[in-house]
Structure formats: C-alpha cells, structure tokens
C-alpha cells in the first residue's frame, strides 16, 4: 500500500527529527574534532539513532585508555573506568562525557504522526520520505486518516524525484 499526506502534523513530526539529525550532526563534528578523529560513528535501532564512537585517521593504541578498535566499525571509545580509574583515564572519560554527543533522533514521532508504532517496523516494513511539502509512505498495513492512500506509480515517480534529490544535494550529480 502506498500513502502521501501534507498533514501538519506529519510534516512537522518529519521536520522535528531532521531538526535532531541536524542537531546530532553538529554535536558530533564538534565532538570529532574536539578528539582530532577522522568521523563519529553512530547506531540505529530502526527508530533511535545514538552516538557510539569515534574512528582515528591512526587507531589510538594506548590499550590502557581505548578500546581496540571495533571489527565491524572500527570506532573506538574510552575503555570502561571500572572501580579505581587511573587519572588519565578518568580525565578522558571526563572530557568525552563533557563532549559527546547527546541528541538522540527519534523517528517513532513520525511514525505516531502516521498512525503507526515500532511494531510496524517488523511486521510488514515502512519506508517513507519527504518531498515538496508532502510525505510519501510504503506499507503493508492501513495507516492514519491524514495518510491518502495512491497509486504505486505516484509514490515510485516521487520516490525517484527525492533520490535525484538526495543524489545532487550529496554532491553526486
């Protein structure tokens, strides 16, 4: 089933979380280069995307104070102070918990905006996107009121406007 809505609560739902995105955005290249790292690397639990490390142009190596480097990541992060810390490494959980990011964007607003929950997510799938003032939405199950039920074809015709979007606001154009 393919919807589309201009809703206002949709669509402030939708801009609220890019809002956050920003917001984690600017948190984090702050916090980067307050470290000299390279990126931040973030996790996602489909609804919640939170902060998890930091990857190094050289991987820190003082075992004493980081963790190796994560296999599937490669983030590192401040190894777990335990009881009695040593100083410096209790000076570096003071300054990474001083700097790192603390948004943590919320996508179930928009889902609730919708008429649906994090269930949703596992039982049939959504995919949805926003573009010239309206937000677009795939799923197997009904959804709010406020979300107009439309042909594939206008939803696929959408969908591809906003990755050309996407792809020339990346530079990849």
Request: hydrophobic share 35%.
């Amino acid at each position: 089933m393919y919807f589309k809505t201009n809703d206002p609560s949709v669509i402030a739902a939708v801009e609220n979380l890019k809002t956050e995105k920003s917001a984690l955005n600017a948190e984090t290249t702050k916090f980067v280069n307050y470290f000299g790292a390279k990126r931040g690397v973030f996790e996602s639990s489909g609804l919640i995307m939170r902060f998890v490390g930091l990857i190094f142009d050289s991987p820190k190596t003082d075992k004493l104070l980081w963790t190796c480097q994560d296999k599937q990541s490669m983030a590192q992060r401040p190894r777990s102070p335990g009881k009695k810390p040593s100083k410096d490494l209790a000076a570096l959980w003071e300054s990474w918990n001083a700097h790192k990011p603390s948004t943590k964007p919320d996508a179930e607003q928009v889902l609730k905006a919708m008429g649906a929950d994090w269930s949703i997510t596992f039982i049939g799938g959504l995919k949805w996107f926003d573009i010239d003032g309206f937000v677009y939405a795939e799923c197997q199950n009904p959804l709010a009121e406020c979300m107009t039920e439309i042909y594939g074809s206008e939803f696929l015709a959408a969908h591809k406007k906003f990755e050309e979007s996407n792809r020339l606001k990346n530079g990849n154009g």
